[in-house]
């Protein structure tokens, strides 16, 4: 079969393209019920991106949810096998509450997990494939990396107290540096970490600007390893035809009591917020049972439908007018004819504001193009 | 095709201030001080565009991408929570959120406080964050009055000089934060317009050091 793919919807490209690259790596999809158990959720709800969660009581009783996410259900599902790492993608529509409505949204999101036994290499391949999945879609991306493990080294050398971190945490999000200083200073922070942190929080570009000041900035023993780890994977991406996108960026923040170590979060031109956001959440894993490790992504392909600069045109193609007594095997010839240059459709009149580009009228017998627009 | 950067600059005497900011920063833009009823003023030659906007919705324009960068009041960024960059502290437009009442005002603990005012979430977040049982009452302006006529027993409101509670009899019983003016920006810009916005934040910093020293 071949499919005509100017019928697609960009975001129905999008979601082909990326399953053929996650399918080429050795990822198979994970299809999974519209329906899960609410319990799944409720106990993981900081993991989740919206609070919401439409449920409903099932006729045995039970409480379920339509599913707000997909992660939860596949590290349910998953087994620890050593030495083994299980590779999973998905494309499933998510019911969550939208941040812009603020009322629920069916969204559709493609994402992959890594799940099992993993080590440096899965993460630079999800990394990786994250990566190639921002250029897949648009010619101007980005990809902002970043390393859990250093924020995490940095908070405890400084002294912050863990029931401080999350108010932490967001102004690092908001690369917020004047308020960092007031925080630290009224934590009792020396002076020299609130330097390091604001310089920390502060650096943005391309690894090969950051990398050589983070050496400066992080001596302490403390940072090596999660500093070699974030240093190992952009080198291992350097020279790769997407390594142009890659930036280090310290406010790419995600839950630590979820993840840890590499963490990423990619942007497209045009789209004002983050439409790819993943990382490494052995903590999720912990919290639910597993022994294993895991890194994935999801890509948030509502947001996609902003970088359509055109919107449609016309209804239609070809409006073929003709009363109820026209002969049918003459229509059908026209609509035949017409179709082979684009969509058709037939009509005995037309509502106002309905456009298109050729007007055909069939009348007596005649076929009569009387209108074309440009 | 040179990047141009949209700011969202707030209307009124504090947008003004911060216009002359951006210009000493060498992003001038001569027609925006122009008497006319234009919105949107550009300077191509040097890579930007102004427009004003109500200062209540300036963070929802960058949030949304429509402005790349602008300048938002910390009370407005408290109550809605935009997800945006805050980059600078601009020293500007200072004032403070604060608990106001009537004089006579005594806190009854075993009473559902009454609170009256334009910032239900940071009114919720204070109270919460000291364990105080309250009642939410949202009104949109002239928040003095509601002390007054007993529609509640406090207020939670901005305070600048504090003549106009002076002048009703009320005065200012707590300080929640100290509000200014900060330079947002949006999260999708500061990378793909990021030499401008980082060079707008590098000489608008170095005036702000010049004006602390």
Known sequence: MIINDTVLKYDEKVIFALRELYSRYGYSQY?????????????????????????????????????????LSIIKNSKDIPGFVQKLYYDENVYRVSDRTHTFKEIMQVGLECIGDIDDY?????????????????????????????????????????SDRDRIMKLVGEKNVHEL???????????????????????????????????????DE???????????????????????????????????????GIVFKGFISGIPQSVLSGGQYDRLMRKMQKRSGAVGFAVYLDLLERLISESRKYDVD????????????????????????????????????????????????????????? | MKKILNVAL??????????????????????????????IFENEEVGVRYFWVKPSDIA???????????????????????????LLDLGIGKCRMAVAAKSDFRDDPQRTLR??????????????????????????????????????????????????????DLEVFETIVPISARLIANKSSFKFKNELIEKIVCEISAQLEARND
């Open chain 1, 31 to 71: 299809k999974m019920s519209k329906f899960e158990e609410y319990d799944l959720y409720v106990r993981n709800k900081d993991f989740l991106i919206s609070d919401g969660v439409i449920t409903f009581t099932d006729t045995n009783g039970r409480l379920m949810a339509l599913k707000p996410d997909v992660t």
């Open chain 1, 122 to 162: 899965s993460i630079l391949e999800v990394v990786s494939l994250a990566a190639k999945s921002l250029v897949k879609i648009s010619d101007s991306s980005v990809l902002d990396i970043s390393h859990l493990g250093i924020l995490s080294a940095m908070f405890d050398l400084a002294g912050i107290p863990e």
């Open chain 1, 181 to 219: 200083e007031r925080e630290c200073r009224g934590l009792g922070v020396e002076d020299d970490y609130t330097e390091q942190i604001k310089a920390l929080v502060s650096t943005y570009g391309a690894p090969k600007t950051v990398l050589p000041r983070l050496k400066e900035l992080l001596c």
């Open chain 1, 222 to 260: 403390a940072f090596a390893e999660p500093l070699s780890q974030l240093e190992n994977i952009v080198a291992s991406l350097d020279g790769d035809e997407y390594s142009h996108i890659i930036r280090i960026d310290f406010s790419v923040i995600s839950d630590i009591k979820y993840y840890n």
């Open chain 1, 318 to 374: 070809t409006v073929i007018l003709c009363d109820r007594t026209a002969n049918v095997s003459t229509v059908r010839k026209a609509v035949e004819e017409y179709a082979a240059k684009g969509s058709v459709s037939v009509q005995r009149s037309l509502p106002d504001k309905y456009t298109y580009k050729r007007l055909v009228r069939i009348s007596e017998g005649e076929v009569t193009e009387i209108e074309e627009n440009t």
């Open chain 2, 10 to 39: 707030p209307k009124g005497r504090l947008g003004e201030k911060v216009y002359a900011m951006f210009e000493a920063a060498g992003f001038e833009c001569p027609s925006i001080k122009e008497q006319n009823r234009k919105l």
């Open chain 2, 60 to 86: 929802i324009y960058v949030e949304r991408g429509a402005a790349d960068i602008g300048v938002a009041g910390k009370d407005i960024l408290l109550e809605y929570n935009p997800d945006v960059y805050e």
């Open chain 2, 115 to 168: 609170v009256a005012t334009k910032f239900s979430n940071i009114a919720q977040s204070y109270y919460t964050s000291v364990d105080r049982d309250i009642d939410i009452i949202h009104l949109n302006g002239s928040i003095e009055i509601a002390p007054i006529l007993d529609l509640s027993d406090v207020i939670v409101d901005i305070v600048e000089t504090g003549k106009t509670l002076k002048e009703n």
